[in-house]
């Protein structure tokens, strides 16, 4: 739901230095190969990246149609500037978005998280294109860290390490430039689903390009031991390690940040094994539009039923006085998050079952600044899906704010309502709607 804390994904930049590590255990004559780079990379920062241009229109088989400008970014400059992305991505401030996600389920309330989320944010960029400025900036402080890191891995290790940044970022470049990102996500700012199902394929597209730019930098002998395939696999086995500098951070932000990169990855190379780059071209006429498509390639899209406008949540649906803060499409990817923080045991067949869904968040005047409530309805595949969709969500809201939820189903519909933390003098929980049900295991 937080789609990204700069304006184009970061480049994760722990997971590279450990991807090359893998890299020269497959392929250990990779040591001995000359480093491509030659001093500092914002040293030469416009060539080089005219370079990684040449290359990824070689990879991609697509013209840019003109250079991508550059800049160097001090370190010092990056927390103030992704604090303000974030404050311009999140539909309402910080602290309430927190909020919703708590009322949620999604995560626990955790002090000084907003610190602690930009200082996450901030340890994954080494470099990143902002489709904004149309203009890719390095951090020198960052790719300097990142080569001493890779300094062990043999003499190649920097150029590699090079190469992978630019044409990943590269990569984005060329993506706005045939997508025009900004305003495409702008649209998104209340289906949080499509805007994650797009950034899935914003990172998968570029992290295969940039794979395959590793590889042909690999000698003959290496590369016909050594594949994408292989690649892929040890990025999503060290992706599940986590994140450097997660700590603290809620593990649901920290899926949702890798999400892009391994499942987005795993969506394109499908795509590619099947129909080469002309099938990733022709996802371009009609990109993902959600994480169910992300998380099950072989779905169709166009055969998704939606919610009937009658089961949409509305203003009618909410307590008497509450103030809508924002609306929103959580999607496939949130739902299973959130069934596996249920401890559902068939999180994924469940989550895969998810047709469509609608969220109302709203607070009520006079209660704290952390209480927020909701009205959701899901549609699910089947109405033996939706029964055991309510059998799980109605337990675990009752576990999580006694009296608070009511949670049914209805057809292949399911409908969750939760009040606002409850706020009576003595502290006790606050009544459910005249005429509703606590809601009871199925």
Not at 72 to 88: A, D, M, Q, T, W
Not at 91 to 97: A, Q, S
Not at 409 to 421: E, I, N, Q, T
Request: aromatic residues 6%; neutral net charge; hydrophobic residues 45%.
């Amino acid at each position: 739901m937080i789609r990204e804390a700069a304006s184009g994904r970061p480049q994760i930049r722990g997971l590279l230095p450990a991807l090359l590590c893998a890299l020269l255990a497959l392929s250990p004559s990779l040591a001995a190969e000359p480093a491509a780079s030659s001093g500092r990379l914002s040293s030469r920062l416009p060539a080089a990246v005219a370079d990684a241009q040449r290359l990824v229109e070689k990879l991609r088989g697509v013209p840019f149609g003109g250079t991508v400008s550059s800049a160097v970014l001090s370190e010092k400059e990056l927390p103030r500037i992704l604090e303000r992305r974030l404050g311009e991505d999140l539909p309402v401030p910080f602290e309430r978005y927190t909020a919703s996600l708590v009322a949620l389920g999604l995560v626990a309330p955790e002090p000084d998280l907003k610190r602690r989320m930009l200082q996450l944010y901030s340890r994954q960029v080494a470099g990143f294109y902002d489709p904004d400025e149309k203009k890719f900036f390095v951090i020198p402080e960052r790719t300097d860290e990142a080569v001493r890191a890779a300094s062990g891995l043999g003499a190649s290790a920097e150029g590699l390490l090079e190469d992978a940044l630019l044409t990943h970022e590269l990569t984005h470049a060329l993506q706005d430039r045939r997508l025009d990102l900004v305003p495409r996500m702008k649209r998104l700012r209340e289906n949080s689903d499509a805007a994650l199902a797009l950034q899935a394929f914003l990172e998968g597209e570029a992290t295969v390009v940039m794979m395959e730019a590793i590889l042909a930098r690999l000698p003959a002998e290496a590369r016909a031991l050594t594949s994408a395939d292989q690649l892929l696999a040890s990025m999503a086995q060290l992706a599940a390690g986590g994140l450097e500098g997660a700590e603290g951070v809620p593990e649901y932000f920290v899926k949702e940040l890798l999400f892009p990169y391994t499942s987005g990855t795993a969506w394109v190379a499908s795509r590619r094994a099947r129909g080469g780059w002309s099938a990733i071209d022709a996802a371009y006429d009609q990109v993902p539009a959600t994480t169910a498509e992300i998380l099950d390639p072989g779905r169709d899209a166009r055969g998704r039923s939606l919610l009937p406008f009658g089961a949409l949540p509305s203003s009618e649906d909410l307590p008497r006085r509450a103030r809508v803060l924002y609306a929103d499409r959580l999607g496939a990817f949130t739902l299973r998050s959130l069934l596996e923080a249920a401890g559902a045991s068939e999180a994924g067949p469940l989550a895969a079952a998810w047709e469509d869904d609608r969220i109302l968040f709203y607070e009520m005047p006079g209660r704290t600044a952390s209480s927020v409530g909701f009205a959701w309805r899901i549609r699910l595949a089947s109405a033996t899906r939706a029964r055991a969709l309510a059998s799980v969500l109605g337990p675990f809201y009752e576990a999580v704010a006694p009296g608070a939820a009511v949670v049914r189903a209805d057809g292949d519909l399911v409908r969750v309502d939760r009040r606002p933390a409850p706020l009576s003098p003595r502290g006790g929980a606050s009544a459910l709607p005249a005429g509703t049900r606590r809601a009871e295991p199925r």
